[in-house]
């Protein structure tokens, strides 16, 4: 390309040169020519002035007078005749046949003739010049033609380069800018492409990061009922309380998979109601005493009853979940959940016995990748804290040692005049 560039730039000098050159040195070489003439036409009117002058003056006439007339123009072919056609005097070099510039002259008494070499119609080398001005030119303009060729194929290379990477899905954008509109605006373009792409990528990633993280929890669930199942097979109203909390542990997970999916947390059909607290904290405490009792812990339940927030059925749960999760993993001792009213919330708490968020995380402990222990995946209280807010709630760290965290939920919609009916346990 570079190439192209450079021959169609010095194309185009060329062609410039050439119409501009070819008419300048033709008018300049007729003004030459002209100019000779008339200098050959004036040395020969001179010689015959001068004679006849002398003449008048009533000077005899001889020879030497001439050559004294003829002196003048030690360059030229002078020839001296009388008007009845006697030569009377000739001095210099006759030029060439077809090689000469002619001046005549002639008075009452004398013709004369001055003849020149026609290299004297390039005397003052004006159509050198014009020839050393066009190869300058042609010179700058190879210069140029090599100046603009690099400033355009360079950028154009990156921009190719930057659009291989794109297509290969390498989305670092290129933030060069080259002072060029057409190529800064195809820069701006992949750069907003990059952009975008490098947001989906990062959305997809947090997508597989959250269905991960989401998916966990009530899958440890489903498999602690199942476990609690086979351990009590001879005992079949055991197993069929079992049997109905696994299946409460599906629906739950089917839930999960449709709000991963729609990327929402409100899905398609779920409107939000008033759900009874107590049932919800009730349902989990049965999911989660099992894991608990594994290590020696248990779960206690305090604080107001029949309380009821207005929150999407099944998100509750999903909260209260991630909260005892967390307790389960980081924390250690009782785990108490408590709740409590606000004039425009209901509070419920989770807090354990262990020693609690170390100081340097409690400003990040709801950022993602953010976890107090080795090994976690610092998703749990930054989904929670999402899942709440996109419900009109809130997700805090009450207290950092011993560990306290608490939901906010609001307790009616503000833009219902009446009360929504009250939904007595989880979807």
Do not use: C
Request: aromatic share 4%; proline share 6%; no cysteine.
């Amino acid at each position: 390309m570079r190439r192209r560039l450079l021959f169609s730039t010095l194309a185009v000098a060329v062609t410039a040169v050439v119409l501009f050159g070819l008419p300048l040195a033709f008018v300049l070489h007729q003004l030459q020519v002209t100019v000779a003439e008339d200098q050959v036409q004036r040395d020969a009117t001179t010689v015959a002035r001068t004679l006849q002058n002398r003449l008048r003056s009533g000077i005899d006439f001889n020879v030497s007078d001439a050559a004294d007339a003829a002196r003048s123009l030690p360059d030229r072919y002078v020839s001296i005749t009388t008007q009845g056609g006697s030569p009377v005097f000739q001095t210099g070099q006759m030029p060439r046949r077809g090689n000469a510039v002619l001046g005549r002259a002639a008075t009452s008494n004398f013709r004369v003739t001055v003849e020149a070499d026609k290299s004297i119609e390039d005397a003052d080398g004006k159509l050198a010049l014009v020839v050393s001005l066009a190869g300058l030119a042609l010179a700058v303009a190879v210069a140029l033609a090599m100046i603009q060729a690099r400033r355009l194929t360079r950028p154009l290379q990156e921009l190719a380069g930057a659009a291989d990477r794109l297509g290969s899905g390498d989305a670092s954008p290129l933030g060069n800018r080259y002072g060029i509109a057409e190529l800064d605006r195809v820069a701006e373009g992949l750069d907003g492409s990059a952009q975008r792409i490098a947001e989906l990528l990062a959305a997809e990633r947090e997508f597989a990061a959250d269905a991960s993280h989401q998916l966990r929890t009530p899958l440890t669930a489903l498999s602690m009922r199942l476990e609690e199942m086979l351990a009590a097979a001879d005992q079949p109203e055991v197993v069929r309380e079992e049997g109905v909390a696994a299946l409460l542990q599906a629906e739950r997970l089917t839930e999960v998979v449709g709000q991963l999916l729609g990327r929402t947390r409100r899905p398609a059909g779920q409107p939000r109601a008033r759900v009874s607290v107590d049932d919800v904290v009730a349902q989990q405490v049965v999911e989660w005493d099992p894991a608990f009792r594994r290590k020696n812990r248990k779960l206690e339940v305090t604080g107001e009853k029949n309380l009821t927030a207005y929150v999407t059925p099944g998100t509750l749960s999903q909260l209260i979940a991630t909260l005892l999760d967390n307790a389960l993993v980081h924390g250690s001792g009782t785990v108490g959940i408590r709740t409590s009213l606000t004039p425009k919330s209901v509070v419920i708490e989770v807090r354990d016995s262990g020693r609690g968020v170390p100081p340097d995380l409690v400003p990040r402990i709801f950022e993602r990748n953010v976890s107090g222990k080795p090994g976690g995946t610092g998703l749990g209280l930054a989904l929670a804290r999402s899942i709440a807010a996109a419900e009109g709630g809130q997700v805090v760290l009450v207290r950092p040692r011993p560990a306290v965290f608490a939901v906010f939920l609001p307790r009616t919609r503000p833009e219902d005049s009446g009360e929504p009916p009250v939904v007595s346990g989880p979807a």
